[in-house]
Nanobody, 120 residues
Framework: QVQLVESGGGLVQPGGSLRLSCAAS????????MGWYRQAPGKQRDLVTT???????YYVDSVKGRFTISRDNAKNTVSLQMDSLKPEDTAVYFC??????????????WGQGTQVTVSS
């Protein structure tokens, strides 16, 4: 069984910063990539950023220069530093991992989501 547990999030004023963290645990053989998605009210869940095991990184254009993803392969954790936050960043943020379990199955696993609200 695999679990992804997120921490961080909350309420911040425009221009402020927040840091999200996510830890994967359980019967994990290998994590290929980890990332963050977000879902605003009434909208679909969208990709924000991903990082591979080799630390190849992708950012959606709207967060480039403001968000920084990092990963600790030894601890199976991924973090998202969010700076210069804007009201349009308000959403529920989900941690995601594409991994292989010890039983050999491969797929996407998700955290429970954490609310980020940017408002004055």
């Amino acid at each position: 069984q695999v679990q992804l547990v997120e921490s961080g999030g909350g309420l911040v004023q425009p221009g402020g910063s927040l840091r999200l963290s996510c830890a994967a645990s359980g019967s994990i053989a290998n994590i290929y990539s980890m990332g963050w998605y977000r879902q605003a009210p009434g909208k679909q869940r969208d990709l924000v950023t991903t990082i591979s095991s080799g630390r190849s990184i992708y950012y959606v254009d709207s967060v480039k220069g403001r968000f920084t993803i990092s990963r600790d392969n030894a601890k199976n954790t991924v973090s998202l530093q969010m700076d210069s936050l804007k009201p349009e960043d308000t959403a529920v943020y989900f941690c995601q991992a594409h991994l292989k379990t010890e039983r050999g199955s491969r797929g996407d696993y998700w955290g429970q989501g954490t609310q980020v609200t940017v408002s004055s």
